[in-house]
């Protein structure tokens, strides 16, 4: 079993900087569990706690049956990536893959075993015998994967591991990573992988589960659908999804019995499941959100919005519109059959009217910012 439990985890750094804050997460044994954020909220903080390779201020983290507080990183059945591969140099990719395991004494004969399957995982079969400079980011990376898998480790970390990867060599290895995953629980190893990323693509294509950080703190922990359809709070609203959330002050306003979100002067009717419990909003300020994909244009469902536009980009696939209600910029993003609509005549300052699919959209309170549906 390689659960790994967080209580109340907290760090302070020497300068007395408090980077976590009292996190709880548990994560199952076998599951994905990505950590997102903007830079700076602690997700590598975090991830080397766990590591062992960052002393806990408080709290305690448990990895299996095991409290790993003050264990060792090479006792704790972890295997860690990183960013910057942390290869040997003057080793050989084959050496460096077996290089932990000749240290924890393992036969030869299973090393090589061990060593060439993972190669074979990885298509890396044919760089076994190259040194770390004679070879590309992405190659390197792999290595840096392999020398991880070989060590059989109940838990894997992998910090930020393809930010130094041109975007299309990110989106392969980003899909070999997530087989990975697979093939190691098909063939009855039940990997726990950790993964720190900033971008919320691989965050959302990569994790069973996501933990959103912001300020060392976790504003939610939930399947990536989950994220994307119910936001907990107004942050996760806007980090998880691009183009990101609309999201725009408004106000809850009553006429004859029904509930309407006033923004920039118009007034769109909730539908009724959202009204109760927008109710006791009424005549209070919030934050109104809805998806890009959830605002459509010159149509007659959904309620009227007139906005002035500003950009339009086609990208061949779909449709973004950037328009301004008063101050505030929004985006529709329109489906690929758009594409043959001509927006040209939507130039700057055209004043268009558009249209919010309310069943779709999200309040949250103006303080708390906790999404009240
Ligand atoms: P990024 O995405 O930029 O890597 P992150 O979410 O991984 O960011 P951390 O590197 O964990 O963030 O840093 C969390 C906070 O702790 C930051 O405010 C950072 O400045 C601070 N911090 C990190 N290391 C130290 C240190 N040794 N001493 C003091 N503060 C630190």
Avoid at 178 to 189: F, I, N, R, Y
Avoid at 222 to 244: C, E, M, Q, R, W
């Amino acid at each position: 079993m390689a659960e790994v439990v967080l209580k109340k985890v907290e760090k302070v750094y020497p300068n007395g900087f408090k980077a976590v804050h009292g996190v709880d997460l548990d994560i199952r044994d076998g599951e994905f569990m990505v950590f997102v954020g903007p830079s700076g909220c602690a997700k590598t903080t975090t991830l080397r706690m766990v590591a062992g390779l960052e002393e806990i201020s408080s709290g305690e983290v448990w990895i299996g049956d095991r409290m790993v507080n003050s264990t060792p990183p090479k006792d704790r059945g972890i295997a860690m990536v990183f960013q910057n591969y942390a290869l040997y140099p003057h080793m050989t990719v084959y050496n460096n893959m077996a290089f932990g395991l000749k240290m924890a004494k393992i036969p030869a004969d299973e090393i090589d075993r061990r060593v060439q399957d993972a190669a074979q995982k990885l298509d890396i079969t044919d760089l076994l015998d190259r040194k770390p400079k004679e070879m590309s980011g992405g190659q390197r990376q792999r290595v840096a994967v392999g020398r991880a898998i070989v060590r059989k480790p109940d838990v894997f970390l992998f910090d930020e591991p393809l930010s130094n990867l041109d975007a299309k060599l990110r989106v392969s290895m980003r899909v070999r990573i997530t087989q990975l995953h697979k093939e190691l629980k098909k063939a009855g190893q039940n990997a726990t992988m950790i993964y720190v990323t900033h971008d919320q693509v691989e965050a959302m294509t990569m994790g069973d589960r996501i933990c959103v950080m912001d300020y060392g703190k976790i504003m939610q922990v939930d399947t990536p659908l989950n994220l994307y359809h119910a936001p907990a709070n107004k942050f996760v609203a806007g980090f998880i999804g691009s183009p990101a959330m609309n999201l725009a002050e408004a106000e809850i306003i009553s006429k004859d019995d029904q509930v309407f979100v006033s923004l920039n002067g118009e007034e769109l009717l909730l539908p009724e499941d959202k009204a109760t419990k927008a109710e006791h909003y009424v005549g209070q300020k919030v934050w109104f959100g809805i998806r890009p994909e959830n605002i459509a244009i010159n149509e007659a469902a959904g309620s009227g919005l007139t906005g002035k536009v500003s950009v339009v980009e086609q990208m061949g696939n779909e449709v973004y519109i950037y328009f301004f209600l008063g101050e505030q910029q929004f985006i529709a993003r329109l489906s690929g059959e758009s594409n043959s609509r001509d927006f040209k005549a939507l130039d700057y300052g055209t004043p268009t009217r558009f249209f919010a699919d309310m069943n779709k959209c999200h309040i949250f309170d103006y303080e708390t910012e906790q999404n009240i549906f």
